[in-house]
């Protein structure tokens, strides 16, 4: 019994021992397998890992390139208002290639009967009465209807937001509209300049220019005159397509000394509320009114005048002749262009406004013999922190030259006035009355340009 017990014990080790052998057996190419595996593991983890990096690392880079687009187009559209207004006066004054001529005024002997040369487009005055003198409204009409297709190439709409859908569908309660009229009055080799109302765009922070193409294009303020109530707004030429620019054709400016009373004209732009509107009338007067440095042609019609209306006078040619003006009367009436000529031309190249700050009156050979004064300008005021104030020209004086230049006419004095720039100093002698006696006096008179508000 004992000796069975103890075979079968020896078998049971015998058996196990033979087990735990092919186990181990078994085993070791596992463990082999096993001790491979870190050895292939760490090769593959080593290079994904590099991978990893340099793929973080072009995130970061590309990342961060954008953060400082992002960065730089928030900037400078904040500085748009800024920046693209000195960009447009910097470069102009550059290039000054936009040329205005100023227009001779007549003298007594000048009849002015004489029409402007060069015109391409239709006289309504010759065209629309007969061989008898006889009106011919038919003709009137169909001349009248050439020269608006003509000049709506020339008109703009002056806003300060852009179009949108909305605009459209949309019907205004309040009958409000910010829009108000422009024309484009020159062309240079990379721009367009346009004239329009000061009061529309002075407290505005963008200007959109809407041609009657549809396009629509942000414009840069280049300058403006307060005692004329216009400003000047460029437009690149690069934002417009070849098809919209050939559909844009800068006006042709008329000559205002040869206007006479009983002219047919023609008035484009805000006109009886509306946009875009068109009427025609009659010069019925001519005169001169006195503004601050210079003497300009005032230009009344027959043609009917609206709240908040602003528009421009052409002549029977088509050409502009007159700028409205922004008194509130029932008829329009208009300050003459050629008047304005030399301080446009001052503003489009970049120079602005000069300012010397008198308002006067011709003192003629006939008045100074009338009234013991001598020849030259009488000043009859002198606006206040002006640069006559500051340098001591008082009311009552009579200019008599600039720079050893004899002026005789406010008109001959503006002329005078735009052969300089703003910041020189120009010698003014006049004669002051002291004692009963007339006195030369000279003055230094630093010129500036004209502030933003002047008083009329």
């Not at 087990?19 to 290079?47: F, H, W």
């Not at 730089?72 to 470069?91: A, D, G, T």
């Not at 206007?259 to 023609?266: R, T």
Request: hydrophobic share 35%; charged share 25%.
């Amino acid at each position: 019994m004992s000796e069975d017990r103890l075979e079968t014990q020896a078998d049971k080790a015998v058996i196990d021992k033979e087990t735990a052998e092919e186990n181990q057996t078994q085993e070791r190419p596992e463990e082999s397998r096993t001790q491979e595996r870190p050895l292939y593991t760490e090769q593959v983890v080593e290079k994904f890992s590099m991978k990893h990096k340099k793929m973080s690392k072009r995130r970061l880079l590309l990342l961060g390139t954008g953060c400082v687009a992002v960065v730089l187009i928030v900037v400078l559209l904040l500085l748009k208002p800024i920046l693209l207004p000195w960009l447009s006066r910097k470069v102009s004054a550059e290039t000054s290639d936009i040329k205005i001529e100023s227009d001779k005024f007549p003298d007594a002997a000048t009849p002015t009967t004489a029409k402007d040369s060069g015109s391409s487009q239709v006289d309504i005055s010759e065209a629309s009465s007969d061989s008898e003198g006889n009106m011919n409204y038919d003709t009137l009409l169909r001349g009248l209807q050439e020269n608006v297709g003509n000049i709506e190439k020339s008109m703009v709409l002056v806003d300060h937001t852009r179009d949108s859908i909305s605009d459209y569908l949309s019907v205004s309660e309040s009958g409000t509209d910010s829009k108000t009229a422009g024309v484009v009055i020159g062309k240079s080799s990379f721009m367009y300049v346009i004239l329009t109302e000061l009061s529309a765009i002075e407290d505005i922070n963008s200007i959109v220019i809407k041609f009657p193409s549809g396009a629509q294009v942000d414009g840069a303020f280049l300058g403006s005159s307060a005692s004329a109530g216009i400003a000047l707004v460029s437009v690149p030429q690069a934002m417009l397509t070849s098809e919209e620019k050939s559909q844009i054709e800068p006006i042709s400016l008329g000559n205002s000394y040869k206007v006479k009373q009983g002219s047919m004209v023609l008035t484009y732009g805000r006109v009886h509320g509306e946009n875009d509107s068109v009427d025609y009338g009659m010069i019925t007067s001519v005169s001169d009114l006195s503004m601050v440095d210079n003497d300009c042609a005032e230009i009344k019609t027959n043609i009917s005048h609206s709240a908040d209306d602003f528009a421009f006078l052409f002549n029977g040619d088509g050409n502009l002749i007159g700028i409205s003006e922004t008194e509130n009367t029932s008829m329009f009436s208009y300050l003459g262009i050629s008047d304005l000529k030399l301080m446009i031309s001052q503003i489009c190249n970049g120079r602005g406004s000069l300012y010397f700050g008198i308002k006067g009156q011709n003192v003629t050979k006939d008045l100074a013999g009338e009234y013991s004064l001598p020849e030259g300008i009488y000043v009859s005021s002198v606006e206040y922190n002006s640069p006559a104030y500051t340098a001591g020209i008082q009311p009552g004086d009579v200019i008599v030259s600039l720079e050893d230049a004899e002026v005789t006419t406010l008109r001959g004095f503006h002329e005078r006035l735009y052969k300089y720039s703003k910041g020189q100093t120009v010698p003014v002698v006049v004669k002051r009355l002291g004692k009963g006696v007339y006195s030369d006096l000279q003055f230094n008179v630093v010129l500036s340009e004209e502030p933003k508000e002047v008083k009329e």
